[in-house]
């Protein structure tokens, strides 16, 4: 069964940081395109970023460029999102998910709320 | 980056109904879309990929049709488990970004 487990999500304050876990089981993680997606409360859902399989190539959204990172562990089945310089802006529910090339997301997680306030 | 504009944002209808909801892309995407299907408090759900290609285990009532920019999602006969939000996302190019949402509400 393929599963997706985001994790650290919480409560920080403004300029502050967080680092994001997404642990994947079921499938062949190393072959995927891993993503990053929010979604502020009550609000539609926002690409972040993507990590290729070999982590050669990595894209991210302008709202994050420059304070976010993305990462990946192959070896640990695992996806990471650093978060530092936060902002109130950046309050939401934050999906990972995985894409096979040349498709899109066809698996997600059930998210992890990172709520950004003093 | 490629806007995604969908329409309506809000869709009343009935059970049994035929509904479609638009996406247009600021540029063309070829058939680089996707439809997803939202309910409250879940993570988002692949309907359709390539623009008309129905994700495994998705009923046939859903269909996707268009390509470059002009874009349609329809559902043939609404059953009560359809109402909740959709979204098109284009990944033709990066960031790939979505649509900004329809709700599908019952009347």
């Known amino acids: 069964e393929v599963q997706l487990v985001e994790s650290g999500g919480g409560l920080v304050k403004p300029g502050g940081s967080l680092r994001l876990s997404c642990a994947a089981s079921?499938?062949?993680?190393?072959?995927?395109?891993m993503i990053w997606v929010r979604q502020a409360p009550g609000k539609g859902l926002e690409w972040v970023s993507c990590i290729y399989s070999n982590s050669r190539y990595i894209s991210y959204a302008e709202s994050v460029k420059g304070r976010f990172t993305i990462s990946r562990d192959n070896a640990k089945n695992s996806l990471y999102l650093q978060m530092n310089s936060l902002r109130a802006e950046d309050t939401a529910v934050y999906f990972c998910a995985r894409a096979g090339y040349d498709n899109p997301p066809d698996f997600w997680g059930q998210g992890t709320l990172v709520t950004v306030s003093s | 980056d490629v806007q995604m504009t969908q329409s309506p944002s809000t869709l009343s209808a009935f059970v049994g109904d035929r509904v479609t909801i638009a996406c247009r892309a600021s540029q063309s995407i070829s058939s680089w879309l996707a439809w997803y299907q939202q309910k409250p408090g879940k993570a988002p759900k692949l309907l359709i990929y390539?623009?008309?290609n129905l994700e495994s285990g998705v009923p046939s009532r859903f269909t996707g049709s268009g390509s470059g920019t002009e874009f349609t999602l329809t559902i043939s006969s609404l059953q009560p488990d359809d109402f909740a939000t959709y979204y098109c996302?284009?990944?033709?190019?990066?960031?790939?970004?979505f649509g900004q949402g329809t709700k599908l509400e019952i009347k």
């Open positions: 390539k623009a008309s």
């Open positions: 079921g499938f062949a993680f190393s072959s995927y395109i």
């Open positions: 996302q284009q990944y033709n190019s990066y960031p790939n970004t």
